[in-house]
């Protein structure tokens, strides 16, 4: 039987079959997602780990650190397990300020894919999102047939999208198969309007977080941590339902996500042996119908 409380368990990606928790690699470089960790065989050991409780998803990046999660993936991991799939994001890449730029120009999808392929050691990537970032003016739908092309060449296996509009997935998904969104989505999510975004960009969230699970498709929430800021009704319903069953308002944070959608699948990431276990075992577990509702009531 499995030990997710809140079924399913699995989720298909194409034709791959995940658990619906993964990991997420963006903590393992050093601070800022930048450069080498500070002890780089605890980031392997955090990585074996991965493997060894069943998680069967790492979600990564050739621009995090830029290149240090993958190369600390293939060496921890090389040659994969059967069964581990291994996301990717092009369309992003790192400034020398340690910033965060726009790279989804056709030739730059082409050429951070190659830096995937490399760095990880592998022939084609099973799943590739286009992580938009639309700073430099280059249509979404050019940056998309680019993804579709690296698909068609063979690079690429399955296609997702990240940091997209309810527009632009309806748009891809006339034009190509996708099989995952990762889009902002956690239990602050309600914090957006005190942060001066519209109600409207927090509701289509929810509306595509339901669009994913009318289609099958998973809904990968990024900083599926995030915890409430000065929102005081939000802290007090996940005390409440933290100290009810004796566990880490963190670890509500992921079984609320787990019971929000059956298709939603939260990658938490850590470079601490013992946070990864702490989150693995949040799959099991189960939040009363009233403790949920009570706290997607606070969110807002």
């Known amino acids: 039987m499995s030990s997710f409380a809140h079924q399913p368990a699995t989720i ?36 074996r780990r991965v493997v060894e409780l069943g998680i069967n998803l790492i979600d990564t990046a050739w621009f995090y650190g830029p ?26 890449r790192r400034t020398q300020d340690q910033g965060w730029a726009s790279a ?30 639309p700073q430099n003016g280059v249509p979404f739908l050019e940056s998309l047939d680019a993804m579709i092309a690296l698909q068609r060449a063979g690079k690429v296996r399955h296609l997702a999208l990240s940091n997209v509009t ?6 891809a998904l006339e034009r190509t198969p996708i099989v995952a969104v990762q889009n902002l989505y956690n239990v602050a999510a309600g914090e957006a309007r005190l942060a001066g975004l519209e109600h409207a960009v927090v509701s289509e969230q929810e509306q595509m977080v339901d669009l994913c699970a009318e289609r099958g498709m998973a809904f990968l929430p990024f900083f599926p941590l995030a915890l409430p800021g000065p929102n005081k009704l ?19 944070a992921i079984a609320w ?27 099991e577990l189960r939040l009363e119908p009233s403790e949920i509702s009570a706290i997607s009531r606070a969110r807002g």
Not at 237 to 245: E, F, G, P, R, S
């Open 12 to 47: 298909r990606l194409g034709d791959l079959e995940v658990n619906r928790l993964g990991f997420g690699a963006m903590q393992l470089p050093g601070p800022m997602v930048w450069g080498e960790p500070k002890d780089p065989e605890r980031a392997r050991r955090v990585l």
């Open 257 to 283: 996500l787990l019971a929000r959608s059956p298709t939603l699948l939260p990658i938490p990431g850590t470079s601490s042996p013992e946070h990864l276990e702490e989150n693995w075992a949040a799959r």
């Open 234 to 252: 939000q802290s007090e319903a996940l005390q409440q339902v933290a100290q009810a069953h004796g566990v880490s308002e963190s670890q509500v």
């Open 104 to 133: 989804v120009r056709p030739e730059e999808l082409r050429a951070g894919c190659e830096e995937d392929l490399r760095s990880l050691r592998l022939e084609r990537v099973d799943v590739a999102h286009l992580r938009w970032m």
């Open 166 to 171: 309810l527009a632009q997935l309806r748009a």
């Open 67 to 92: 290149l240090v999660s993958n190369r600390l993936i293939a060496e921890a991991l090389h040659p994969y397990p059967k069964g581990l799939v291994l996301a990717t994001k092009l369309g992003g």
